[in-house]
C-alpha cells in the first residue's frame, strides 16, 4: 500500500518555525517530484512548493517565497518542507504529495498524504 505520511504540524505563535515532513512507503519515489500544499477553511487548496527527483530544482508560490524551504531526501524516501516566519494566514492543512510531472497544478499530483494541521496564532 502507498502511502505519504505527513508529521510536524501543530501551533505557534506568528514569527515561529515549523519544520513538516513527508515519509513516503509501499513504492519509491525518487524519481517523482514532490510537492507541498495547503488548505484553509473555506479556500481551495493552494500549491506552495516542488522539488524536482534529484532535489536540484525548487519552485515555490509567492506567498511563501523567501519563508518556506523544500527539501528532499531520496534515501529515506522523505521530503520537507521548512517553515519559518509564520503568520497567521498560514494557517491551514498541510498536504504533500507526488507528482506525474513538474508540475504545480494538484490534478497532476497522484499520491496525497492526510494532510497535518498548522494553526499560527497571532
Known amino acids: 500500500q502507498v502511502q505519504l505520511v505527513e508529521s510536524g504540524g501543530g501551533s505557534v505563535q506568528a514569527g515561529g518555525s515549523l519544520r513538516l515532513s513527508c515519509a513516503a512507503s509501499?513504492?519509491?519515489?525518487?524519481?517523482?517530484?514532490m510537492g507541498w500544499f495547503r488548505q484553509a477553511p473555506g479556500k481551495e487548496r493552494e500549491f506552495l512548493a516542488v522539488?524536482?527527483?534529484?532535489?536540484?530544482?525548487?519552485y515555490y508560490a509567492d506567498s511563501v517565497k523567501g519563508r518556506f524551504a523544500i527539501s528532499r531526501d531520496n534515501a529515506k524516501n522523505t521530503q520537507y518542507l521548512q517553515m519559518n516566519s509564520l503568520q497567521p494566514e498560514d494557517t491551514a492543512v498541510y498536504y504533500c504529495?507526488?507528482?506525474?510531472?513538474?508540475?504545480?497544478?494538484?490534478?497532476?499530483?497522484?499520491?496525497w498524504g492526510q494532510g497535518t494541521q498548522v494553526t499560527v496564532s497571532s
Open positions: 504529495a507526488a507528482s506525474l510531472g513538474w508540475t504545480t497544478e494538484p490534478s497532476r499530483y497522484a499520491y
Open positions: 509501499g513504492r519509491s519515489f525518487s524519481r517523482n517530484s
Open positions: 522539488i524536482n527527483w534529484s532535489g536540484d530544482s525548487t
